[in-house]
């Protein structure tokens, strides 16, 4: 049997699952926020790497060195007259900062930039809409530009020229002259890091995608000779911002595509689950130390956007699974409001020093100590018995806080606040994407979602609240759960008409002959898919995603592009106007080579006779107005079938689920724990 390593690194944990036939081992070392590939190196060699096939990567090292501004020296080199797009970005505000005077962007100029303006140079050349030359290179004078660089000591350098997505004849000369001046730095082209129309979106994404050059790239190397140093022989792939996988080579020649793969694994996992338990219509929430972070996969296939931002304005256009973040987490602050409020987050205290229970020099409560307080988590086995909690600590910090509560009542309506929080972060997802939560189940995963989550049944009409198997590391189980794909996309706006047949047939077919001599042998196993952004004349923005017909481009080849954009269009905006031409903008080629996945086994039943019985009752303090008696499970006793009645606590080695008084939860063919409310399991099973 083939053996597969999933691997997620975060900014506290890295979580590592292996995953051999149907044995699934699993992993957690603190993340070396000095050098990440040692954290990742000493999880390999606990999960014996040396006879693993595949080893599948996903990170959020780079995309915390951009929020921390922990990045390289680079420059970026534009048409000159243009060197402010990066300050100026799309000139929007936020709209909580409209009558806000003082606001600025975090990467201004008058904060904290991504590139400060005397590093952005540029150059004199233009060209025009069509990619015809208006104004020729200037070499000297780029030349000039680049000695000014030179003296700064740059180690990279973003070039994005206006209209090079049309023609990149410029950006790939000038990148010949940064060879020329700064020698081997690295280098990215707009042209083929996004060759996209809106200049802003190329501009940013040229930025971060030359940042997360230098970034990932020293990281991958000692990542590969350290794992060869293991005895590992097989296949090193990193995750994308979809989750889909890239083999590393590729990855980190464009790495602004898997600068957001952590977050997105998570729902890959819950995708992959739902296939395997028949439920196609999910809400993904993994509640980790400092947020809750939400997602949705509507018939088994995830909500998948054309960029994100990872600050305000700080676009990346790449294709990457929708995950909207609610300061709501393990390490939420519980804080008195001016107005003597208990508050919740969205501030958090992180893993140094931490929740007041860790003991680390942290005096402010936290969600961890409301539900150690409580009784749900059991301070002497948290993290599998790696850690210890102090609950004296925890009754001290809510002791503390400057509140006219009495004690019970300050923890009891800290952790009412902490679930209304989570309630109206997942309640904005479900009308933003005009699902109806009735027909969703909520999977609730990371270390904190499946004691905090099932109470959002009281709150909210889902189906369900699903905890998969390993909820804990569920993100990492994505990385063992997903395909490896290869995405290129073009813009070149063309009005749908049979005239325009040609020139979209020829765009196809560049793009899957460079992806098939790319994919070498694994083309012939590869599923190639072609889609297109498109919108109605008149219209500034894009609806994306509209089918297109495999085979050459013919004139009623055209005519079907024109048919799904208007009922694409209608399904997502509940109109149709098929009397207004379309115009084809981007046009986008997947090509999906089939992986390896994790398949998760159907526990045991019940022999006649077993019954399922708790390990022991506790007391469960501060959650309602009185203490509540709850029996105590172990996941590992619980079998296919087996029913537990809330209120009650099922434990495991990194995660611990709470079940709510008036709710039931049933084991699953997959091992994953279904909790419904009590009086919709009676209905069912009548």
Same mark, same amino acid.
């Given at each position: 049997?083939?053996?597969?390593?999933?691997?997620?690194?975060? !900014?506290?944990?890295?979580?590592?699952?292996?995953?051999?036939?149907?044995?699934?081992?699993?992993?957690?070392?603190?993340?070396?926020?000095?050098?990440?590939?040692?954290?990742?190196?000493?999880?390999?060699?606990?999960?014996?790497?040396?006879?693993?096939?595949?080893?599948?990567?996903?990170?959020?090292?780079?995309?915390?060195?951009?929020?921390?501004?922990?990045?390289?020296?680079?420059?970026?080199?534009?048409?000159?007259?243009?060197?402010?797009?990066?300050?100026?970005? %799309?000139?929007?505000?936020?709209?909580?900062?409209?009558?806000?005077?003082?606001?600025?962007?975090?990467?201004?100029?008058?904060?904290?930039?991504?590139?400060?303006?005397?590093?952005?140079?540029?150059?004199?050349?233009?060209?025009?809409?069509?990619?015809?030359?208006?104004?020729?290179?200037?070499?000297?004078? +780029?030349?000039?530009?680049?000695?000014?660089?030179?003296?700064?000591?740059?180690?990279?350098?973003?070039?994005?020229?206006?209209?090079?997505?049309?023609?990149?004849?410029?950006?790939?000369?000038?990148?010949?002259?940064?060879?020329?001046?700064?020698?081997?730095?690295?280098?990215?082209?707009?042209?083929?890091?996004?060759?996209?129309?809106?200049?802003?979106?190329?501009?940013?994404?040229?930025?971060?995608?030359?940042?997360?050059?230098? #970034?990932? /790239?020293?990281?991958?190397?000692?990542?590969?000779?350290?794992?060869?140093?293991? @005895?590992?022989?097989?296949?090193?792939?990193?995750?994308?911002?979809?989750?889909?996988?890239?083999?590393?080579?590729?990855?980190?020649?464009?790495?602004?595509?898997?600068?957001?793969?952590?977050?997105?694994?998570?729902?890959?996992?819950?995708?992959?689950?739902?296939?395997?338990?028949?439920?196609?219509?999910?809400?993904?929430?993994?509640? /980790?130390?400092?947020?809750?972070?939400?997602?949705?996969?509507?018939?088994?296939?995830? &909500?998948?956007?054309?960029?994100?931002?990872?600050?305000?304005?700080?676009?990346?256009?790449?294709?990457?699974?929708?995950?909207?973040?609610?300061? +709501?987490? /393990? !390490?939420?602050? &519980?804080?008195?409001?001016?107005?003597?409020?208990?508050?919740?987050?969205?501030?958090?205290?992180?893993?140094?020093?931490?929740? $007041?229970?860790?003991?680390?020099?942290?005096?402010?409560?936290?969600?961890?100590? #409301?539900?150690?307080?409580?009784?749900?988590?059991? @301070?002497?086995?948290?993290?599998? !018995?790696?850690?210890?909690?102090?609950?004296?600590?925890?009754?001290? +910090?809510?002791?503390?806080?400057?509140?006219?509560?009495?004690?019970?009542?300050?923890?009891?309506?800290?952790?009412?606040?902490?679930?209304?929080?989570?309630?109206?972060?997942?309640?904005?997802?479900?009308?933003?994407?005009?699902?109806? $939560?009735?027909?969703y189940s909520l999977v609730a995963f990371g270390a904190a979602g499946p004691m905090t989550l099932p109470a959002l049944l009281e709150q909210m009409p889902l189906k369900s609240v699903i905890v998969p198997p390993h909820p804990g590391l569920f993100s990492a189980l994505g990385l063992v759960s997903t395909d490896q794909v290869h995405s290129d996309r073009r813009?070149?706006?063309?009005?749908?008409?049979?005239?325009?047949?040609?020139? #979209?047939?020829?765009?196809?077919? %560049?793009?899957?002959?460079?992806?098939?001599?790319?994919? @070498?042998?694994? $083309?012939?196993?590869?599923?190639?898919?072609?889609?297109?952004?498109?919108?109605?004349?008149?219209?500034?923005?894009?609806?994306?995603?509209?089918?297109?017909?495999s085979g050459p481009i013919t004139p009623d080849v055209v005519d079907q592009m024109i048919t799904n954009f208007h009922d694409h269009y209608e399904q997502k905006s509940g109109n149709r106007f098929p009397q207004n031409p379309v115009m084809g903008v981007t046009y986008r080629l997947h090509a999906v080579v089939p992986t390896d996945k994790i398949e998760f086994?159907?526990?045991?039943? %019940?022999?006649? @006779?077993?019954?399922?019985?708790?390990?022991?009752?506790i007391m469960l303090r501060y959650l309602d107005s009185e203490d509540i008696e709850a029996d105590e499970y172990e996941r590992d006793d619980l079998m296919l079938g087996d029913t537990v009645t809330g209120p009650a606590v099922i434990r495991e080695p990194l995660c611990t689920t709470y079940v709510p008084r008036t709710m039931t939860a049933t084991v699953g063919?997959?091992?994953?724990?279904?909790?419904?409310?009590?009086?919709?399991?009676?209905?069912?099973?009548?």
């Amino acid at each position: 049997m083939k053996s597969l390593i999933g691997v997620d690194v975060g !900014g506290t944990f890295t979580d590592i699952v292996r995953v051999t036939g149907n044995d699934v081992d699993t992993i957690k070392v603190p993340t070396n926020t000095t050098d990440t590939h040692l954290g990742v190196l000493q999880g390999a060699g606990e999960a014996r790497v040396a006879d693993v096939h595949a080893f599948n990567h996903a990170s959020t090292h780079g995309l915390n060195a951009i929020l921390t501004r922990k990045v390289p020296k680079v420059a970026f080199l534009t048409t000159f007259g243009h060197r402010d797009m990066l300050e100026m970005a %799309r000139a929007a505000r936020p709209a909580e900062a409209n009558t806000d005077p003082h606001w600025r962007r975090s990467f201004s100029d008058s904060s904290k930039p991504i590139v400060p303006r005397y590093l952005r140079r540029g150059v004199v050349e233009r060209l025009s809409a069509a990619g015809e030359v208006v104004v020729a290179l200037d070499e000297d004078q +780029a030349r000039r530009e680049l000695e000014v660089l030179r003296r700064c000591d740059v180690e990279g350098v973003a070039i994005c020229l206006l209209h090079s997505y049309v023609n990149d004849a410029h950006e790939r000369r000038l990148a010949e002259l940064v060879r020329e001046v700064l020698g081997d730095v690295p280098c990215s082209l707009s042209s083929e890091v996004s060759p996209l129309a809106h200049e802003y979106a190329r501009a940013s994404t040229t930025t971060i995608d030359v940042l997360c050059k230098i #970034i990932y /790239g020293t990281y991958s190397d000692r990542l590969a000779s350290g794992l060869a140093d293991l @005895g590992f022989t097989g296949d090193l792939s990193f995750a994308d911002c979809a989750a889909t996988l890239t083999p590393v080579e590729l990855a980190v020649a464009q790495p602004s595509r898997i600068l957001f793969s952590g977050p997105a694994a998570g729902t890959m996992a819950c995708a992959h689950l739902g296939k395997s338990i028949d439920s196609p219509d999910l809400l993904c929430a993994d509640v /980790g130390g400092t947020s809750c972070d939400i997602s949705v996969v509507t018939d088994h296939q995830p &909500v998948v956007k054309t960029s994100f931002d990872i600050e305000y304005d700080l676009v990346v256009s790449t294709l990457s699974n929708e995950v909207v973040s609610v300061g +709501a987490g /393990g !390490g939420s602050i &519980v804080r008195v409001s001016p107005i003597g409020e208990i508050e919740v987050g969205p501030e958090s205290a992180g893993a140094n020093p931490g929740p $007041a229970c860790y003991g680390r020099g942290g005096t402010e409560p936290t969600t961890t100590d #409301i539900f150690l307080l409580a009784g749900i988590l059991d @301070g002497e086995r948290f993290a599998g !018995g790696r850690s210890r909690l102090d609950p004296a600590l925890s009754r001290k +910090a809510f002791a503390d806080l400057q509140s006219r509560f009495e004690f019970s009542d300050r923890v009891r309506f800290a952790y009412q606040t902490a679930v209304n929080n989570i309630v109206e972060g997942i309640t904005e997802v479900v009308v933003k994407n005009g699902v109806d $939560a009735r027909e969703y189940s909520l999977v609730a995963f990371g270390a904190a979602g499946p004691m905090t989550l099932p109470a959002l049944l009281e709150q909210m009409p889902l189906k369900s609240v699903i905890v998969p198997p390993h909820p804990g590391l569920f993100s990492a189980l994505g990385l063992v759960s997903t395909d490896q794909v290869h995405s290129d996309r073009r813009s070149a706006y063309r009005l749908m008409t049979p005239e325009s047949a040609a020139d #979209i047939d020829e765009i196809y077919r %560049r793009m899957e002959d460079s992806m098939r001599k790319t994919l @070498g042998a694994e $083309a012939d196993s590869a599923e190639f898919v072609r889609t297109f952004d498109g919108q109605l004349i008149g219209q500034v923005w894009d609806t994306p995603f509209v089918p297109v017909p495999s085979g050459p481009i013919t004139p009623d080849v055209v005519d079907q592009m024109i048919t799904n954009f208007h009922d694409h269009y209608e399904q997502k905006s509940g109109n149709r106007f098929p009397q207004n031409p379309v115009m084809g903008v981007t046009y986008r080629l997947h090509a999906v080579v089939p992986t390896d996945k994790i398949e998760f086994p159907t526990p045991p039943r %019940r022999t006649d @006779g077993d019954v399922l019985r708790p390990i022991r009752t506790i007391m469960l303090r501060y959650l309602d107005s009185e203490d509540i008696e709850a029996d105590e499970y172990e996941r590992d006793d619980l079998m296919l079938g087996d029913t537990v009645t809330g209120p009650a606590v099922i434990r495991e080695p990194l995660c611990t689920t709470y079940v709510p008084r008036t709710m039931t939860a049933t084991v699953g063919t997959a091992g994953e724990i279904v909790i419904r409310r009590a009086d919709i399991q009676n209905q069912e099973s009548r």
